[in-house]
């Protein structure tokens, strides 16, 4: 893992890679994945994150639809986050997400490398900001994660 510093610590789902990679060089998650790569940011990663971002850029289905999926693009993006992102080894199932258990992943992780931020477009994980009682036990549990969609991140990060 990489030496601490005062960069807010972020986590961000695996569409935030694939639409960054794959969308226009200004988008929202461009410019996410931009930060990142300035050092703005201290992105946090686990070894599972990058295993479903790298399932997800090779699935023949997207590089058909999205010619600027390379693997080279692929290759680059798991590369620079292996070199430049703190990797968690070891992600403990604190939280149980029966809403979405596909989801745990990304909160788990945050909750582990006690993140700020949790950047998602997914309404799953979106809703744990809400005012239900799932969304309040949720922030009462976790007060310091906001979790945000891209433009709204990029709100706060300016």
């Known amino acids: 893992m990489n030496e601490p510093t005062n960069r807010p610590k972020v986590v961000f789902d695996c569409m935030i890679f694939l639409q960054g990679v794959v969308g ?4 929202p998650a461009a410019q996410c994945l931009e930060l990142f790569e300035s050092g703005a940011i201290e992105l946090f990663v686990s070894y ?11 699935r023949p289905k997207l590089r058909n639809k999205f010619k ?3 693997q080279e693009r692929a290759n680059e993006l798991i590369e620079g ?24 992943p990304y909160i788990n992780l945050a909750i582990m490398a006690d993140a700020a931020y949790l950047v998602s477009r997914d309404n799953d994980l979106l809703a744990l900001m809400q005012d239900t009682a ?19 991140f990029l709100k706060v990060m300016t």
């Not at 226009?24 to 988008?27: A, I, N, Q, R, Y």
């Not at 799932?134 to 709204?152: C, H, K, L, Q, T």
């Open 134 to 152: 799932e969304g309040r036990a949720f922030r009462a549990a976790y007060p310091n994660i906001r979790i945000m969609d891209p433009v709204s």
């Open 24 to 27: 226009k060089e200004f988008s």
């Open 48 to 58: 599972a994150l990058l295993n479903e971002i790298s399932d997800v850029l090779t």
């Open 81 to 104: 986050l292996l070199d430049r992102a703190s990797m968690m080894e070891v992600v403990p199932r604190q939280f149980t997400y029966e809403r979405d258990p596909k989801d745990e």
């Open 68 to 70: 600027k999926l390379t």
